[in-house]
């Protein structure tokens, strides 16, 4: 696939989870897929997600930064959320945060095959105080 066609297909997908069309997930993501090493597969994928919108209801993917490099891109993605608990551990109880998370896709046959993502926790503490 080649670059330009990856970026598109890169941001298809992120629409994909801001709509939370989760009929269209395996569009975008392998059976197979892993995140961080973890075998997920797209079922447990998908819940992941559901759950991530569950706990965060004004979810919103941004891109702010894409680079290309097939079969990889890699992202620096943007979040504004307001969580409604405890978000990776924190006592965020309904506060808006703002934090950046640092992500690697793999493609394979068109499809994200591996992604390896970490999220800046040191942001959001420096907010909670």
């Known amino acids: 696939m ?3 066609d990856l970026a598109d297909v890169y941001r298809d997908y992120i629409d ?3 709509r939370q069309d ?5 569009r975008f993501v392998d059976e197979g897929v892993r995140h961080n090493a973890r075998q997920f597969g797209l079922p447990g ?11 965060i209801p004004d979810l919103r993917f941004e891109i702010d930064i894409i680079v290309v490099d097939a079969p990889h891109v890699a992202v620096r993605l943007w979040f504004e959320v ?10 965020v109880n309904g506060r808006t945060v703002s934090f950046s998370e640092n992500a690697i896709y ?14 800046d926790k ?8």
Request: net charge neutral; glycine share 12%.
């Open 22 to 26: 989760w009929d269209r997930l395996g």
């Open 82 to 91: 307001t969580p409604i608990g405890a978000f990776l551990g924190l006592p």
């Open 16 to 18: 994909c989870l801001n």
């Open 45 to 55: 994928y998908r819940k992941m997600l559901e759950q991530d919108f569950e706990q």
């Open 2 to 4: 080649a670059t330009a």
């Open 122 to 129: 040191a942001a959001i503490e420096a907010q909670l105080g």
């Open 106 to 119: 793999a493609y394979r046959g068109g499809k994200i095959r591996e992604v390896w993502s970490v999220i």
